[in-house]
């Protein structure tokens, strides 16, 4: 069996679940245990309240990491999150000012997002320019059209807004519930859609996906606008849960965050290899991890120590996991 | 020309105010509040090669560009300077020291009359201001003094702080017969998030002893002052009051307690920062338990930085200025008024 057969088959094998997945996420046991030390050191960790915290903080996270792993995994990268992430916030925010209906902000903020990722798709999977290169223009150029258009801070978007990070469904956050489904399709995409086989075929060879039969420009393009897509509307998520939006420095930083949590998740930068289970427990080890450290009311720059030790042992483990699976 | 502003210089880390790296994001929601400045005497002016002439043009360099105080500074600058028939130009620094540097050294070159600058490293900015005055050109500091200079603009680092932390401290005695939990968002990695954070938590615990601390975390940005409260509410869901070094984090923390179940009015509840931002005075306009800002009037700031070159180059005696710093609560809605419409 070839490599590109394994990552072809890969997804499958993922589905089955269980103790392979366990062999494969390696970083499962790494949050199992940090889970439980930060309860018996602080007794509340586990707390509904503090779960549901971490779950809402984290929504934004997974909803961008999906499409992102996606893009990783063909072998492409999207460093713009970022700055489109406060685009669609502001756009939404500002519409819901406007009076407009919260899913007509949340569509204005959807639509600019496609926009960016289409602008990044074409670039990159017709023009052949690099990756990174061009997002990383985009994410420069798209925080200087943030603060020209909107310069001043945006806040108090009314209460129909307010809906989408703050409501719950069936006693679930509703940013909880958005990044569940995003998970979810990200999945059974993954899994079970032809394009699915078609993200691994391009991120193990790409020549080799083309005299397959496979469209090499189509897929990433639109895994492009879906990134797109789906930073803006984490952007229009967190205006709605913080009524309010900075076109400075809204989502600043968030691209490495996002990066980091689908590269310990498991997704090879290369391309060709990765889950949405890795990118799952890559979320919520960086969302507990940030979130016990403060429990445990760990100062500053330890913090900053045990987070940055913990990202290269999860990063690590990651990074062995595969090898020993195969 | 080379005016001295001091006799003794500053220690390096005293006038260091942000690392390149991990402060600069830090350094963006602080300075967003326009901060305060290192104590630091300054001599009189003295007129420049252009002294006694009317400016034409002045050279503002405020390096934090993604700060909303960017664009209302350069807004109400170019509104004053019109004013007096003078031309403002800015750089795009992008909070980049090295940036900012090299367009500091650009306008010298192009002898930019007079250069009105907020240093973000000031031992970088020395020469480069003594350059300048050796050209015969006005250099004004902004929230500092360097040894070469022709005068300052200044505001109080720690001042902001001392006041959010009196009138918490007040209302906790008052309202809590001072009992309670409270919770520190602080920043400790640049000198105006240290003094800020110093004089917020002396100040408290000095007029406060009987109140609990629970937690002091690092958070300038809503998203982490939300995370951070989040987490702190976990483990203390009674807690009381909650102040910020930034009205950025402290709004964040007001988010929480809300999505926690807290009544926007909540009697037993007080959040306050610093900064004068925009959604933090809605919120004390509107009588939640937001109830505490420590701010800068950016018209002051802006006329500063239009008259202070002004003086200097007409040879006055005393032309640097102190802008100063206020609290506002929810009593002062005329006051807040006012710096709403100067953000608008």
Redesign the interface.
Known sequence: MTTADTALFRPRALATGGLAAVRRHPLILVLAAMVLVFQVS?G??L?P??LS?IA??AAALAVVAVPLALLVISGYLDLSVGSTLALGGLVAGRLANEGQSPAVAVLGALAVGAAVGAVNGVLCCYLGLSPFIVTLGMLTAV?GLD?QLF???L??FGSGFAWLG?ATIAGIAAPVVIAALVLVAGALFLAFAPGGRHVFAIGVNREAAHLSGINIRRTPFLLFVATGVAAALAGAV?AS????V????SG??FELTVLTAVLIGGVALTGGSGSILGVLLGVLFLGGL??GL??L?VP??W??MAQGTALVAGAALAYLAPRTGR | MITPASSSRPTASRRRFLTLTAGALATTALTATACSAPAKATASAKPSASGGKDLTKIGLDYPFTQLPLYSTLVRLSTAAAKKHGISLITTSDNAGADTQATNLRTWVTQKVPAIVSFPMVFEAAEPIARQALDAGLIWVTYGGSLDHQSADIKFSFSKGGTLLGEAAAKWAQQKLGGKGKIAFLTDSTIELGRERTKGMIDAFTKAAPGVDVVAQEQAIDPDTGLSKTKAILARHPDLNLVLGVTDAAAYGAFKALQQAGRSTDDAKTFVGGQDGAAPSLLAIRQGTFYRASAALAPDDIAAAIVDVPRAVAAGKSHPSVEVPIALVGPGDTARINQLLAQNA
């Not at chain 1, 849960?241 to 309010?244: A, K, N, Y």
């Open positions: 602080t509340s960790f707390a309240a503090n915290g809402t903080d925080r603060q310069p001043l801070p806040s108090g703050g967190k849960v913080l009524d309010s900075v076109a400075g420095t600043a930083g940030q979130n403060t429990l009311n500053t720059f913090q900053q």
